[in-house]
């Protein structure tokens, strides 16, 4: 993540050393530093030995060591195999509690996708789950642009295969597209045939409320309804 963010700005004339950069990521995803985010990393990204880690993804959260994530080698949908999470018997850690999750995720540049939008989708599936939810967030030299993580369209429960889509426009200034799906408590999520085209440009962001939160104007700023 750190050289496709340094790549890119360098074709922007930015220039900034490969530890800046390391810098950078860490503050994304809410370290201080390069230093605690790599003892992180190093004492929680593990993969269950009942899973293959699929090429290209990387595994994150707040809780990773709580969460056995990989390819499902005993399920096919639609033809195509499909990545599971799922929760383990290691205990969440107190200060996340139930907010504790997994996810299997990408990252790639934005540099082809902006003054575009982007729409992502994939089919979904849970068991027994707290939420299971696709999410993408877009990235700029300092950090967050765009996000949307299903929080109220999440599967949760038992439920069979759902299609899931997001769409985000991206900023000039954009620099990384990062996406993926997560499972956050208990139970187990399964998602299969990911895919990422252009938008409409005609057509809305989704957000984290759905199409149902986005007002068309500010309304009622007096609260007088």
Sequence with gaps: MAKTLRDALAQKNISLSHSETLEIIAQQFGFADW??????INTTNTVSP????????????????????????????KGQKAAIIRRN???????????????????????????????LRADL?????????MWMRIDGPV??????????????G??????????LAIPDNAVTVNF???????????????????????????????YEGILAKPQNLDFAN
């Design 125 to 133: 599936k849970s068991e027994a789950a707290d939420a299971v939810q």
């Design 89 to 119: 018997n290691e205990p969440l850690p107190s200060e996340v509690g139930q907010g504790g999750f997994g996810t299997l995720m990408q990252t790639f540049s934005a540099l082809d996708w902006r003054n575009k939008k982007i729409e």
């Design 50 to 77: 009942e899973t293959d880690l699929p090429a290209g993804w990387t595994i994150w959260g707040n809780a990773v060591q709580c969460y056995d994530m990989g390819i499902d080698s005993a399920l096919i949908h």
């Design 35 to 40: 230093n605690i985010l790599a003892a992180k």
């Design 180 to 210: 993926g799906f997560f499972v956050m408590g208990d139970g187990t999520g399964w998602a299969s045939g990911f895919s990422i085209n252009e938008a409409n440009t005609n057509e809305p962001e989704t957000t984290g409320m759905g």
């Design 158 to 167: 038992n439920q069979d295969w759902t299609p899931a889509r997001i769409v």
């Design 143 to 156: 950090g967050l642009l765009r996000f949307d993580n299903m929080d109220f369209r999440r599967i949760k």
